[in-house]
């Protein structure tokens, strides 16, 4: 009989296999264009992934010389935002203090990717809504249909479902898969990683 060990891990292989890796190619190329031409990055998630988006910016920045900067890094300014003017608001209003602007790109990172019929991570849509307002660029790796997130982002990722039962799990370790990926790529990344640097020094 199949161990559960065996069975997460032939999903998560078959999710490998299905994941379009055009759609991860035309992000890299989006974000090396945000970069290149002086923009920054805002990285976005709630639960899980915002602890994804912490680590992400440090790679980001650290690898691929990207200014960097995710919201719930601040847990002073993102709870006062939500105690005073509520958790919808808490994104949009921090971009807005961010001036984000046409230059600059937001990624989102989330299983579900916003959903304002369902009353689902109702502040990724609203910041998805202000980055449209000011023209920013738009990326997001998420799972299921990518909820608003897919709907219109200029390039997302969607982690497929191989397991009605483990769409969280799923889509939440594949995006630290394909943000490594991203910065890994040779169009973002610009400086080695420590052990590889230490490997290569021999």
């Known amino acids: 009989m199949e161990s559960f060990a065996q069975t997460f891990l032939k999903e998560s292989m078959e999710v490998a296999r299905q994941i379009n890796h055009e759609d991860v190619e035309h992000m890299a190329e989006g974000l090396a264009e945000t970069r290149n031409s002086g923009g920054r990055l805002f990285i976005l998630g709630v639960g899980g992934s915002a602890g994804h988006a912490g680590h992400a910016v440090n790679d980001f920045r650290k690898l691929c010389g990207f200014e960097t900067y995710a919201p719930t890094d601040n847990v002073s300014e993102l709870t006062a935002r939500?105690?005073?003017?509520?958790?919808?608001?808490?994104?949009?209003?921090?971009?807005?203090?961010?001036?984000?602007?046409?230059?600059?790109?937001?990624?989102?990172?989330?299983?579900?990717?916003?959903?304002?019929?369902?009353?689902?991570?109702?502040?990724?849509?609203?910041?998805?809504?202000?980055?449209?307002?000011?023209?920013?660029?738009?990326?997001?790796?998420?799972?299921?249909?990518?909820?608003?997130?897919?709907?219109?982002?200029?390039?997302?990722?969607?982690?497929?479902t191989v397991s009605p039962n483990r769409i969280t799990p799923h889509t939440e370790g594949f995006c630290a898969v394909v943000w490594h990926l991203l910065v890994s790529h040779p169009k973002l990344q610009k400086m080695a990683t420590k052990w590889e640097s230490v490997v290569a020094a021999r």
């Open 82 to 160: 939500i105690n005073d003017e509520g958790w919808d608001t808490c994104f949009s209003e921090w971009l807005k203090g961010s001036r984000l602007s046409s230059k600059d790109a937001v990624l989102i990172f989330s299983v579900g990717g916003g959903n304002r019929e369902k009353n689902v991570s109702v502040n990724l849509v609203k910041a998805l809504e202000y980055a449209q307002e000011v023209d920013a660029s738009i990326f997001g790796i998420v799972g299921k249909d990518g909820g608003y997130t897919a709907q219109v982002s200029d390039a997302c990722v969607i982690v497929p």
